[in-house]
T-cell receptor, first 111, second 114 residues
Framework: QKEVEQDPGPLSVPEGAIVSLNCTYSNSAFQYFMWYRQYSRKGPELLMYTYSSGNKEDGRFTAQVDKSSKYISLFIRDSQPSDSATYLCAMAPSGFQKLVFGTGTRLLVSP | NAGVTQTPKFRILKIGQSMTLQCTQDMNHNYMYWYRQDPGMGLKLIYYSVGAGITDKGEVPNGYNVSRSTTEDFPLRLELAAPSQTSVYFC?????????????FGQGTRLTVV
């Protein structure tokens, strides 16, 4: 069993839809949770960072962490074609050297 | 404002050849990392460095070597290339190891070993 599970997709939605991306994990020591966005043939870029449980909102993006269920989510409101990318979840107990990435979910937003 | 720069962008190697993947950052970050990304596998940490002269193994270090002689540069060396090393390699840097700081990634090097 992988430490972090993420559906690879692709997930196809029309422009303006609400998108829900999810990851599950097995290591209860994880405290730091991140979402990265990766455009085709580019490096990942940090989108959202959350410490421990709870919600965090930044513009059209909301990150949720439910440590009791070992489940994290990223919601994208009013999705745009420019949101088409692969979204990677990542988490760690402490420190970047312990960061574990999910496999990524490919999102396609059609105009 | 270059950030993290990786060269080359693409490379084809024959089995047994060696090469060095270059990584340089201009943000004066002490911490640098090398990852490989394979389809369906997520990013895996190969090596990391906490400063000039100090490196440590990550999750998948076999077949690779690193050095860190300056703050800016963190090259990754493949000595005897194998098909299993076909992957996309990303270099990253951060101001600190703690998760409150952001890691910045380069654009990657696509390596094929044939």
């Amino acid at each position: 069993q992988k430490e972090v599970e993420q559906d690879p997709g692709p997930l196809s939605v029309p422009e303006g839809a609400i998108v829900s991306l999810n990851c599950t994990y097995s290591n209860s020591a994880f405290q730091y949770f991140m979402w990265y966005r990766q455009y085709s043939r580019k490096g990942p870029e940090l989108l959202m960072y959350t410490y421990s449980s709870g919600n965090k909102e930044d513009g059209r993006f909301t990150a949720q962490v439910d440590k009791s269920s070992k489940y994290i989510s990223l919601f994208i409101r009013d999705s745009q074609p420019s949101d088409s990318a692969t979204y990677l979840c990542a988490m760690a107990p402490s420190g970047f050297q312990k960061l574990v990435f999910g496999t990524g979910t490919r999102l396609l937003v059609s105009p | 404002n270059a950030g993290v720069t990786q060269t080359p962008k693409f490379r084809i190697l024959k089995i047994g050849q060696s090469m060095t993947l270059q990584c340089t950052q201009d943000m004066n970050h002490n911490y640098m990392y090398w990852y490989r990304q394979d389809p369906g596998m997520g990013l895996k940490l190969i090596y990391y460095s906490v400063g000039a002269g100090i490196t440590d193994k990550g999750e998948v270090p076999n077949g690779y070597n690193v050095s860190r002689s300056t703050t800016e540069d963190f090259p990754l060396r493949l000595e005897l290339a194998a098909p299993s090393q076909t992957s996309v390699y990303f270099c990253a840097s951060s101001l600190g190891l703690n998760m409150n700081t952001e890691a910045f990634f380069g654009q990657g090097t696509r390596l094929t070993v044939v």
